[in-house]
């Protein structure tokens, strides 16, 4: 009885639990900080969007006419502005694949680009499932290719999260110079008098 309760106590100090949950949650929060540049992402492309379709449909038509010419550089400030902030929110998104075969002999050392798609796409499924195999063994490859697999995430999200840091100054300072460059344009010619 007493050996029972003593086999009870040596599962419940293994810190596999903690362990699991705290590896749980950083996996939950690397999801979500996706999905949150992901959507700014897509704010930036559509919005930008948007802006490029209205400066082409309404101006255009005008400028090819040579009308409101003195409109044509902050015209050209906004469009570029909006490029260059939809390249960059393109750049965010990119999927960032190893489309290269990866061989085995890679993996001894860092098990946790096996736990990345993008990595082990291109293996034989039996290579896969003989490299799977080293988690099985020790529970400490389990958690060191984990920690390692989320690394790899971080290092992408902090890629991600600098395109978009990098399209929202962009935006922002090309927006303001626009205006400007549009307000100058308006107040020399007169249009707004």
């Given at each position: 009885?007493?050996?029972?309760?003593?086999?009870k106590k040596k599962k419940k100090a293994k810190p596999g639990r903690a362990i699991e949950t705290l590896y749980r949650?950083?996996?939950n929060n690397h999801v979500q900080f996706n999905k949150i540049a992901d959507n700014k992402a897509n704010l930036l492309m559509s919005v930008n969007a948007i802006i490029i379709s209205i400066l082409l449909s309404t101006l255009l038509p005008s400028f090819m006419k040579g009308e409101f010419l003195v409109l044509l550089?902050?015209?050209?400030?906004?469009?570029?502005?909006?490029?260059?902030?939809?390249i960059t929110a393109v750049l965010a998104?990119?999927?960032?694949?190893?489309?290269?075969?990866?061989?085995?002999?890679?993996?001894?050392n860092d098990h946790g680009?096996?736990?990345?798609?993008?990595n082990f796409h291109e293996m034989e499924a039996t290579d896969f499932v003989e490299q799977m195999r080293v988690f099985q063994?020790?529970?400490k490859f389990a958690y060191d290719s984990l920690s390692q697999n989320f690394y790899i995430l971080g290092k992408m999200l902090a890629l991600k999260y600098k395109y978009l840091h990098i399209g929202y100054r962009i935006f922002l300072g090309?927006?303001?110079?626009?205006?400007?460059?549009?307000?100058?344009?308006?107040f020399k010619t007169g249009v707004g008098q």
């Open positions: 009885m007493q050996e029972a309760d003593n086999n949650i950083t996996m550089t902050p015209s050209l400030l906004l469009l570029l502005t909006c490029l260059l902030t939809i998104t990119l999927p960032k694949n190893n489309n290269s075969k990866i061989d085995l002999s890679q993996f001894e680009k096996l736990l990345f798609f993008g063994k020790e529970d090309g927006l303001i110079v626009s205006i400007i460059a549009f307000g100058i344009a308006f």
